[in-house]
């Protein structure tokens, strides 16, 4: 009886866990004005505003700027609110490359095609609910 009662207990802990376990989606993002000259287009999501604000990201993935559009896939992402931030690296320095006053010399956009008015959006501004199996995104890099 004992021994019942352990494996029992032990079968609905995992049947119970497996049930809470978060849903991984996957995120389609369609990328327009993409610059055919070549360079890579990099993709960040980020999981909230502060690991926004210290460049934190969750999950990234890099896409050959191939055509003058592109598609980045990110896989098993978590379902939640996330804000996305897209960039073409010309020049190949893993980095936004800016002008003397700071200003993107690259291509470079973030969900909704969120545009901040002095510097980059607020997270609120480009977030994005992530739910289901999949969320398909379309922006374009200016």
């Given at each position: 009886?004992?021994?019942f009662?352990?494996?029992s207990t032990a079968l609905l802990s995992v049947l119970v866990l497996t049930g809470m376990a978060a849903q991984a989606?996957?995120?389609?993002i369609d990328v327009g004005g993409v610059v055919p000259k070549g360079g890579d287009i990099r993709v960040?999501?980020?999981a909230s505003a502060a690991d926004y604000e210290a460049g934190r990201a969750t999950k990234g993935v890099i896409v050959e700027a191939t055509g003058d559009r592109v598609r980045a896939v990110i896989s098993d992402l978590p379902e939640g609110v996330y804000g996305f931030a897209?960039?073409?690296d010309e020049d190949g320095n893993e980095e936004v490359s800016k002008n003397f006053i700071g200003i993107p010399n690259e291509p470079y956009t973030f969900s909704n095609d969120a545009r901040g008015r002095f510097g980059p959006p607020g997270f609120d501004e480009m977030a994005v609910s992530v739910s289901g199996d999949r969320v398909e995104l379309a922006v374009t890099l200016k």
């Open positions: 009886m004992n021994e009662l352990i494996w989606t996957e995120v389609v960040a999501a980020f897209i960039f073409q």
